[in-house]
């Protein structure tokens, strides 16, 4: 029987706020094995980081070990000095986080900071722990090592800076690793790459992991084992791919049903969302914390507190009736809509560009959509797709190109539109925290809204904000709140609707639901097709997310340095040939082990102020030749309304992923 | 990298061309009948009416700022009415002595608002944060006068430690100096304390609260170590730019310590200047006052460019 | 009561605002409570140190010191909080109007500022005083001025942030115009920093008026101005202290008062 490396032994932390002293973390029991991956899922608030935190000594001031040990290699940490705690650090614990940017010294060049863990940990001298950095830069292959060495962090793409994170870590060469939220910072095809990564180290190196994230895909993907909790507890546990295909906690059945795939489709169900909001730190409900929320509660559920239970073969569960927790997707509810033929285009932009500065954002992009349709604008960092809606709502100013909605040429500048064009186009963004203004209350701002954009007097405004909040299912008592008071989640409902106010026949979404948890997302999600279904309000839906993307939208544009690449119906870029950066983007989405293509693009994002020449595209592309690096690609038309810019003859096109396992399940 | 300096210089020159204006206008336009202000009310009309011809004051005001500003570029500042001397010279003098009141003063302040600072932030809430924040504050907020009058009465007359003179006696050596320019030199110090040990601290704060200290803790590095090599160098850049700004309130200073000590520097020279309607030497002083200020704003800018890597690379 | 929790939790800022108090209510009573009219002379008690008949002793013309230190806070609070003002709504419409419209209107205002910047404040104010002549009137008035463009770098700075935020580009998506922008969306969010800096510039207010009595640059002789009188009476630092040591503490209580009130109002911004 080996020793595991980490042993969390009934532990429970809690955190002081005004006095009290509030549980954050209760009664978590988990080992992890040598050169074992464990991963820990749930949503914020849930006690994760907390953990991370606790297994590295490090929790802060406002927090204590309320009961429990943790113990690394046999050693408690509770009853560890500060000086032994130290010695520990980067020698037998090392820590990955979410940030890698802002984790990495500005001031002090990569080589340096990785040398000094040689020196700190092997007693290198200079030249020696010069050497094991560059070649342990090699081992997280960056290429080229030697010259990276001498460079700082801000030199370095996000990809790069993490892989020198992860060399750091791995340099003291310690037996448990702790990586909390490592690749949510990425873009995606980046993050395929560092989770790849992963998957080689862990045949290099001998560390454990223990890997915290919200992305169940990820854990899956990564991890060998994995534990989900819920309000500070954990609530199942057990072998990864048996705990996602067949969870036996309802919490863990609820959160894997919020959670599009990469085939969920809206024509066929709706995503499950899970009603209430978790219980605040300190308000925790008398029995189990998920009963008030549960799909199967039932009495019993409120009496007291369930224990954590063997039910063999390795899962744990913290439920009383396992058995009962449904099954993948029974959580979801079936939908039946044939979904209406697409109506008249409500907004034609064509030859659009936009340039910071000597920078073109922005090329000559020409999009339509239609009365009740979603088009989806997808892309990474530097693809301009913020840029465009900007653009579009008159916030930014393009340079050349026109933006209609109907037969209705718009004015350039949001200023200067009319009345009646404001309250026909409207945006929803990306950040729920600067979204509402803080010093006013939610009335107010949907009655301005109310009153500006729909003309509707201050009298008749109080009902029609009433009615608002109802769309949004939001109380209407929120009318009193400040945003500060809401959650994430009611405030995007309060934008949502501010949105709606006038009756809008076209809303932009920038990333709406990025900053939320997954279960939140889901309701927003659903609340949005709801309201698309009863207005006929079209959308142009900008995400990062291809499996949100798969789900809400009617057609996808994949945006690329400024331009898009492709523009199609989901079904067919999902499902058919598609763009080499579109296959890479589809193949990034992680899924359980086997059965994903290793399409890895080479080199990184060079950004809007290095567009290569001819493709932009051609420095990453798998299947680049001569005529990609000089010449723009024309556009090919696989099917009708759906169009590919590529130099590849049809023939030789990738054809993506979704196809492939049709075909496969035939 | 000489672009960026190029660039910063112009900008400088641009500013003083408008300072120039600036100072043109307040002395010379805005008070009307300068011949007036020069001879008093009493004088005839006559007399004043000579005066503004003697001092080319009736000409058209662009040809009088062009005649100004030309002789202040080929080293005419005119000349001083009450004192009967050149101005430029005797400006150029009293600064020097200004510089090395200035001087002593900062190489007094930095290290210690820097280092105090450090510590304080290192441990916040302690008790030497809160002394130091409180004494710091208390003395901050005194004007020069007030401390220096204090310091006076304690150290000069109560307890006789230091001379109330301020000027050394000719041919006095470097620790004599020192001792005599002590007392002014901390009027300004306790001035501008409190300011710097804030900033210094609150970079202390920040930066111990960044991901990277984090990083640095959790590779297992001492404490001494992660403030040492990690946390210092990030946490001190801004505070250079914060001595460039305190220049500002240290040259003023000097205008009230040169004054009350009786230190004949250019703050004490400006003084007089205000107090006898002497318009020349007045200009001639605030501008020689903002060029020194500006240039030296512009060498901190300097220093912190270079030492900041994203800078550095940038200017490149 | 709820006014006096956050003075509960608070002993800096209690503190201030009790120091703040009493100056303005002795200040105010001046009339009513000093022993003596300020520029009463009495020629036989010249230069007597403090006794139970003169609390802070007399100066060379036989002036009680007490009564000329309580109605010299008369010109502070005269002074102080009208020059505060002025800076206040100067800076914050500069500083508000350059973060809102930025590029080429911010280059401008950023450059004025400089400008008017790279003088340190008493060389302006020097300048300014000696060729407008000095009065309580134009001590103000100067003392606004110079302030106004530190006021509007901090009121810029707080607004730059805010005018990045969603909630302002939802505003303009509505088409509301930019003075209805700055005033109802920006300026809610920008009020704090914008409260603690007045609060820190109404210190350096009484500290600069101070100063520019001590040069002779606020009101005139014989008025009670503490500053002044620091500065007549200079010459018997060593003879007559009090003459001097009184004015000069009376001036450090008054900022300190306004330091301390400054630094707590900062630290429940923050907290």
């Given amino acids: 029987m080996t020793a595991p490396v980490l042993a969390v032994d009934q532990l429970g932390i809690s955190y002081r706020r005004r006095g009290r002293w509030l549980p954050a973390v209760l009664d978590v029991t988990l080992d992890l094995l040598p050169g074992e991956a464990v991963g820990v899922v749930g949503e914020s608030g849930c006690g994760k980081s907390t953990l991370a935190m606790a297994a590295l000594g490090y929790l802060p001031g406002n927090a204590r070990v309320d009961g429990g040990d943790v113990r690394i290699e046999g050693r408690s940490l509770t009853a560890m000095s500060a000086e032994e705690l130290r010695r520990l650090r980067g020698a037998s614990v090392a820590a990955v986080y979410q940030n890698p940017g802002a984790a990495l010294n500005p001031s002090i060049t990569v080589g340096a900071q990785v040398a000094e863990v040689y020196r700190l940990h092997a007693g290198h001298s200079r030249e020696q722990a010069r050497d094991a950095a560059e070649e342990m830069l090699g081992r997280v292959r960056i290429p080229a090592p030697g010259g990276v060495l001498d460079r700082y962090p801000y030199q370095l793409s996000g990809g790069m800076q993490q892989r020198v994170v992860i060399a750091m870590a791995l340099a003291g060469d310690p037996s448990l690793l702790i990586l909390d939220e490592p690749t949510t910072a990425l873009d995606a095809t980046v993050q395929a790459e560092i989770l790849d990564l992963f998957a080689l180290l862990r045949d290099d190196f001998r560390a454990a992991m223990l890997f915290i994230s919200h992305d169940l895909g990820v854990v899956q993907f990564v991890c060998d084992r994995v534990g989900v909790m819920y309000a500070g507890e954990m609530v199942e546990q057990g072998e990864a791919t048996a705990v996602f295909e067949r969870p036996r906690h309802p919490y863990t059945a609820s959160l894997i049903d919020c959670i599009p795939d990469i085939d969920t489709r809206k024509g066929d169900t709706r995503l499950a969302a899970i009603p209430g909001i978790p219980p605040a730190l300190g308000a925790r409900p008398e029995g189990c914390a998920f009963a008030p929320r549960c799909p199967i509660a039932r009495q019993e559920c409120a009496a007291s507190p369930p224990p954590l239970r063997d039910l063999g073969g390795g899962r744990h569960s913290r439920c009383l009736f396992p058995d009962e927790t449904a099954a993948r997707g029974g959580n979801r509810r079936p939908v039946d809509s044939a979904g209406g033929p697409a109506g008249a285009p409500v907004l034609n932009v064509q030859g659009v560009s936009l340039s910071y500065g000597h920078t073109r954002v922005l090329r000559d992009i020409g999009l339509t959509v239609r009365r009740a349709q979603t088009v989806a604008l997808v892309g990474e960092s530097g693809s301009g797709k913020t840029t465009l809606a900007r653009a579009i709502t008159g916030l930014a100013t393009p340079e050349s190109g026109s933006v209609a909605l109907g037969d209705l040429v718009l004015r350039a500048s949001a200023g200067r539109r009319s009345h009646h064009v404001r309250q026909r186009l409207q945006m929803v963004f990306q950040s729920p925290d600067g979204t509402l203004n803080p010093s006013h209350r939610v009335g107010g701002i949907l009655g301005r809204a109310v009153r500006v954009l729909a003309g509707v007097n201050r009298r008749a405004a109080r009902d029609r904000v009433g009615s608002l909040l109802d769309d949004v299912a939001l109380e209407r008592a929120l009318a009193q709140r400040r945003p500060t008071q809401l959650s994430g989640g009611q405030r995007q409902r309060v934008a949502i609707a501010r949105a709606f106010a006038g009756s809008p026949e076209l809303v932009i979404l920038d990333e709406p639901t990025s900053a939320l948890d997954v279960s939140v997302q889901a309701a927003i999600l659903d609340l949005l097709l709801a309201l698309q279904q009863r207005d006929g309000v079209a959308y142009l839906f900008i995400s990062h997310d291809l499996a949100v993307v798969r789900y809400l939208a009617d057609r996808v544009a994949v945006m690329y340095l400024g331009e898009i690449v492709e523009e199609g119906p989901v079904e067919a870029v999902f499902g058919g040939h598609c763009h080499p950066y579109t296959e890479a983007l589809i193949a990034a989405v992680p899924r359980p082990g086997g059965g994903q293509s290793r399409v890895r693009l080479a080199g990184h994002n060079p950004g809007p102020d290095a567009r290569p020449a001819g493709c932009p595209f051609h420095t990453r592309c798998p299947y680049v030749h001569e005529a990609c690096r000089r010449e723009t690609p024309p556009w090919r038309t696989p099917r009708e309304a759906h169009r590919i810019r590529c130099h590849l003859p049809l023939d030789e096109m990738p054809v993506s992923e979704g196809s492939r396992r049709a075909a496969g399940a035939q | ?316 | 009561m709820r006014w006096s929790e956050p003075l509960r939790r608070s002993p800096v800022l209690a503190v201030g605002i009790v120091m703040v108090v009493a100056w303005v209510a002795t200040a105010a009573l001046a009339p009513w409570i000093a022993p003596a009219a300020p520029t009463d002379m009495a020629l036989t008690a010249i230069n007597q140190g403090p006794s139970t008949a003169h609390w802070f002793g007399t100066d060379q013309y036989g002036r009680d010191i007490l009564s000329r230190v309580l109605y010299g806070g008369r010109y502070v609070l005269a002074i102080a909080p009208a020059a505060t003002v002025i800076g206040l709504f100067l800076g914050t419409v500069i500083g508000l109007t350059a973060a809102y419209f930025g590029r080429w209107v911010d280059e401008v205002i950023m450059r004025v500022l400089d400008a008017v910047m790279a003088f340190p404040i008493v060389v302006l104010a020097l300048l300014a005083l000696t060729t407008l002549g000095a009065s309580t009137g134009n001590v103000i008035l100067v003392i606004g001025l110079v302030f106004a463009p530190l006021i509007a770098r901090t009121a810029r700075a707080a607004a730059l942030v805010e005018v990045r935020r969603e909630y302002v580009q939802a505003a303009r998506l509505r088409g509301e115009s930019a003075a209805w922008i700055l005033t109802m969306e920006v300026f809610p969010n920008v009020r704090g920093p914008l409260v603690v800096e007045g609060t820190i510039r109404l210190g350096y207010a009484v500290f600069t008026s101070a100063t520019l009595g001590f040069l002779g640059l606020g009101v005139q002789p014989p008025a009670p101005d503490w500053g002044l009188m620091v500065s007549e009476n200079r010459a018997l630092l060593t003879s007559a202290p009090w003459t001097v040591l009184f004015p000069a503490l009376a001036i450090a209580f008054v900022v300190v008062a306004f330091s301390l009130v400054a630094d707590g109002l900062a630290a429940r911004e923050t907290a």
């Fill in chain 2, 1 to 316: 990298m000489t672009r960026f300096v190029l660039r910063r210089l112009l900008l400088l020159l641009i500013t003083l061309a408008v300072a120039s204006v600036l100072i043109f206008a307040m002395t010379t336009v805005l008070p009307g009948n300068v011949g007036r202000i020069v001879l008093g009310p009493f004088a005839s009309d006559q007399a004043v009416q000579a005066l503004n011809h003697q001092m080319g004051l009736d000409r058209a005001i662009p040809v009088r700022y062009w005649d100004w500003i030309s002789g202040v570029l080929t080293g005419d500042w005119g000349q001083s009415l009450s004192l009967d001397t050149a101005v430029l010279p005797l400006a150029l003098e009293r600064l020097g002595r200004s510089l090395l009141l200035a001087a002593y003063a900062l190489a007094l302040l930095v290290p210690v608002a820097i280092l105090a600072g450090v510590v304080a932030g290192r441990r916040q809430g302690g008790l030497f944060d809160r002394v130091t924040s409180i004494v710091g504050l208390t003395f901050g907020a005194m004007p020069e006068f007030v401390t220096g009058v204090l310091l006076i009465v304690v150290f000069g007359i109560w307890l006789g430690w230091l001379p109330v003179q301020a000027l050394p006696p000719d041919g006095a050596g470097l620790l004599a100096t020192l001792r005599h320019l002590l007392m002014p030199a901390l009027s300004l110090v306790l001035l501008l304390f409190a300011y710097l040990f804030r900033m210094a601290r609150s970079g202390m704060l920040d930066e111990l609260a960044a991901d990277y200290t984090r990083t640095a803790v959790l590779k297992g590095l001492p404490p001494a170590v992660v403030i040492r090599r990690h946390v210092l160098r990030n946490a001190l850049l801004p505070t250079i730019t914060v001595i460039g700004a305190q220049l500002g309130w240290l040259v003023g200073g000097l205008v009230v310590v040169e004054s009350l000590f009786r230190y004949p520097g250019i703050g004490s020279l400006m003084k007089a200047a205000a107090d006898n309607k002497d318009i020349p030497l007045l200009a001639g002083c605030a501008l020689l006052i903002t060029v020194v200020y500006g240039f030296a704003n512009l060498a901190a800018d300097l220093v912190y460019a270079w030492l900041n890597p994203r800078v550095r690379h940038a200017m490149e």
